[in-house]
T-cell receptor
Framework: AQSVAQPEDQVNVAEGNPLTVKCTYS??????LFWYVQYPNRGLQFLLKYITGDNLVKGSYGFEAEFNKSQTSFHLKKPSALVSDSALYFC??????????FGTGTRLTVIP | EAQVTQNPRYLITVTGKKLTVTCSQNMNHEYMSWYRQDPGLGLRQIYYSMNVEVTDKGDVPEGYKVSRKEKRNFPLILESPSPNQTSLYFC???????????FGSGTRLTVV
């Protein structure tokens, strides 16, 4: 069975510190991996993706993610957090043409 | 501006009264999907469409219908809404599996 886990419901980090939001997955085949962000009262916005190639991918707003095949992880990272990064983050593996499924989300709070 | 437009943004209705949530995209995307977002459950796919007249069930299709008569439109139909369909609904579109989804702003539905 396919699954995705975001083990932390809440992550707090001080402004200017590095942040990590964790994601592990279990899917059949080679997954495409996505991260999305949801700001209050807004739809989800695409941040970045891993399809193939370099394990470190860079995306919008200074975010990056590292694909680790042996650990089946795709953690989201940013070297220096901003207060405006406070939002709900979703990891979403995708297999096949349209079978995109989402984790339960991690709420990131950046403390000034 | 490239976007996915959902209407209405908010809807309160009574059990059993048929309703339609509209979704339209102006990016000529092939793929469209409907998701519902519930606390603690993340986003779950209701239905998806890979092209005009091609639709298929997602993870939670019970109680919903969709149609794709035109490429740009993908309405979600609740023939007989029930309180357990109270949720936040998102429509999304993408040009294909290698790309991220563009999401609409969401429809908050309350069924009483």
């Amino acid at each position: 069975a396919q699954s995705v886990a975001q083990p932390e419901d809440q992550v707090n980090v001080a402004e200017g510190n590095p942040l990590t939001v964790k994601c592990t997955y279990s899917v059949s085949g080679n997954p495409y991996l996505f991260w999305y962000v949801q700001y209050p009262n807004r739809g989800l916005q695409f941040l970045l993706k891993y399809i193939t190639g370099d394990n470190l991918v860079k995306g919008s707003y200074g975010f990056e993610a590292e694909f680790n095949k042996s650990q089946t992880s795709f953690h989201l990272k940013k070297p220096s957090a901003l207060v405006s990064d406070s939002a709900l983050y979703f990891c979403a593996p995708r297999t096949g043409a349209n079978n995109l499924f989402f984790g339960t989300g991690t709420r990131l709070t950046v403390i000034p | 501006e490239a976007q996915v437009t959902q209407n209405p943004r908010y809807l309160i209705t009574v059990t059993g009264k048929k309703l339609t949530v509209t979704c339209s995209q102006n990016m000529n995307h092939e793929y469209m999907s409907w998701y519902r977002q519930d606390p603690g459950l993340g986003l779950r796919q209701i239905y998806y469409s890979m092209n005009v007249e091609v639709t298929d069930k997602g993870d939670v299709p019970e109680g919903y219908k969709v149609s794709r008569k035109e490429k740009r439109n993908f309405p979600l139909i609740l023939e007989s809404p029930s309180p357990n369909q109270t949720s936040l609904y998102f429509c999304a579109s993408t040009p294909g599996p290698n790309y991220g989804y563009t999401f609409g702003s969401g429809t908050r539905l309350t069924v009483v």
